[in-house]
């Protein structure tokens, strides 16, 4: 069980946070996992593309299937060069878990 408010600080933080807490927060919604994929979907849907290129990061250490579409989406979208790379990237990495493939280091 993870903290509804704990993940909506953590969400803030990828879409304010200087690089390194924006990381670090990455890296904590990445441990709760698949309890957070929906809030750091629609993360990917901000206005502002560093947030949409952080969601799309975590939703590669997530590795979760569910955000699939969400990220192909992001990945045709092509209205940022750093959102297109981390969202297929994040789709590399969920087919790579999906097929019993270790990660080729894409999305780390």
């Known amino acids: ?3 509804e408010d ?3 600080d953590l969400i803030a933080v990828l879409r304010s946070g200087e690089s390194d807490e924006r990381m670090a927060a990455a890296a ?5 996992g698949t309890p957070v994929v929906g809030e750091v979907i629609r993360a990917l ?11 799309a ?4 250490l997530i590795g979760d299937p569910a955000a699939r579409n969400a990220l192909l989406a992001a990945a045709a979208d092509g ?12 789709l590399e990495r969920i ?3 999906q097929s019993g493939r270790s990660c ?3 999305c780390r």
């Open 28 to 32: 904590a919604l990445a441990r709760i």
């Open 1 to 3: 069980m993870y903290g």
């Open 45 to 55: 849907g901000d206005a502002d593309p560093r947030t949409r290129m952080w969601a």
């Open 95 to 97: 087919d790579d878990l």
């Open 104 to 106: 080729r280091g894409c």
């Open 79 to 90: 209205s940022d060069g750093g959102v297109v790379k981390w969202a297929r990237a994040a």
């Open 57 to 60: 990061y975590t939703l590669g």
């Open 6 to 8: 704990a993940a909506r």
